[in-house]
């Protein structure tokens, strides 16, 4: 650590001791407001930092002022480091790092929309989470925001979308309600003829203010307001609540426990993962892989269900370990199905990859390049797929994965083949990650009870690698040991920017399928 802490020092051009260690793999700085796009230019460029959140919180009740804080991550020293700022109620700005570092773009906007801080020097601090007819000062996440507060509407102007201009060029509105089940959003595209000039989103329409409802909870019961963040997600958000928790409280989870939280994660990237792959088929109409597909995760969540007793993995995840063990009859059938699904999903791969109609729908659509990747912060699968090789399992290891033997697996190409190969590999990583764990399972307890009290005033960060990407939660205390602030980032808050700059230079029929190539979730972004 004292390596680390004297390579950040100098990047940053501040004293070792400037830097705290709050938690082990957690850096803290703190400056002046002014000084966060320096600090920024400098952890791009020194450390190879990315950006991995923003966020605000109230503390006026204990310290009289307003904090911003920006998670790095720092891949090359394997830690996370919290830049953060005091903002005076009175005078509520902080200089905006969104110019330079678009990453920081929805997250700043996100600060102006629940705490009402102006990001000075922000390229479009126009609303991003709140809609037209949400009324003017009515900051949600301020603490003098009642949780039952009724709002009233607002009445103005529409959301000022990108105006139409030039000869033959339209809009063409797509939702927020749409033909299927997905949730909604909006998206409206700019096109001459069939090629699409540009695409704006509009998202929030399903924001359930998770992030409030947490403060209201005893932070025992939070695991369960994790798991339904995002439903395709559960696992991934429970883990990194339990890991903030846990990490707060001192609590180690027993071997057991970690090795059967990477068998629950990694099932849940396989299960999606598969799922996806024949749902791109489906956005091409091709429809016997896809048939094939849904057969291979009806399979596999069946099996789920009969083995930790959720479909989707939902109430197997507690703090401090886990809530349902793996007999020896079911490790046996588990890793029997196993192999079964590494033949079955070889052939159906086999039958996507040998199809030229299919190939020729996903190959060079859909482009995200690796430094519009980067500028914009993308992350996970999509990350990968656009060749930025980054992936917190390996990274910044958390529960057995330190222990274990895996692959990354990156492509370089940034399109709709790209992000299908990434999945595809992924599942055969995931398939041998699994192997090892079934196979080394520790004899131990499955919890770690928790102490009955948190720290007062204390504050942690957990994540996890979801099988989109970064799930990350902070949480804080109060002078009661109370959970007074969590912060919740979604990989798809992230990555929603990068499916606007995929979609330019192709046409509107091949939206559907580069949209489900990212695969995004409207519920892990609205929260």
Known sequence: MNHTLRDVSEVLRVAPDALRVPRPGELRLDVEPSGLPDVADRLVAGAGARLASIFATDERDWSAVFALHHVWLLPRHRCFLRVSTRVDPAQPRFASIAAR????????????????LVAEGHPNPT?????????????????????????PRASGSFHPFRPVTGEGVFQVPVGPVHAGIIEPGHFRFGVAGEPVLYLQLRLFYVHKGIEKRFERLPWRHGIFLAESISGDTAVGHALA?????????????????????VVLLELERLYNHVADIGAIATDVAFSVPAAHAQLLRERLV????????????????????????????????LT?????????????????????????????????????????????????????????????????????????????????????MVRAREVE???????????????????????????VFSAALGWAEGWRGPCLHWVE?????????????????RNWPGLARAVPGNIIPDFPVINKSFNLSYSGNDR
């Open 127 to 151: 609303r991003v989470s709140l809609h037209d007819d949400w009324p003017e000062r009515e900051w949600t996440l301020r603490k003098d925001f009642a949780h039952d507060r009724k709002v």
């Open 101 to 116: 570092h678009p990453a920081a773009n929805w997250f700043e906007r996100e600060v102006m929309d629940a705490f009402g």
């Open 429 to 455: 990583q995931s398939i041998e990650i699994v192997a090892q764990c079934l196979a080394r399972l520790p004899d131990s307890p499955l919890r770690a009870e928790p102490p009955r009290e948190l720290p």
């Open 477 to 493: 205390t109060d002078a009661y040991g109370t959970l007074t602030r969590v912060k919740v980032t979604d990989p798809s808050f």
């Open 241 to 261: 609540f339990a890991h903030a928790i846990e990490r707060l409280a001192g609590c180690e989870p027993p071997p057991r426990a970690q090795h059967l939280r």
């Open 302 to 333: 069946s099996l789920q269900e009969r083995l930790f007793g959720s479909r989707l993995l939902r109430g197997t995840i507690a703090i401090g370990g886990v809530k349902h063990d793996l007999s020896a009859a079911g490790r046996d059938e």
């Open 336 to 420: 029997s199905h196993l192999g079964r699904l590494r033949r079955d999903f070889e052939s159906l791969l086999g039958l996507l990859i040998d199809s030229g109609s299919f190939t020729d729908r996903i190959d060079g659509t859909g482009v995200l390049p690796e430094q519009a990747a980067r500028d914009l912060g993308v992350t996970g699968l999509a990350a990968r797929a656009s060749g930025l090789d980054e992936d917190l399992r390996r990274d910044h290891p958390h529960d057995a994965y330190g222990s274990l033997r895996f692959l990354v697996p990156v492509e370089q190409g940034g399109d709709v083949r790209a992000r299908l």
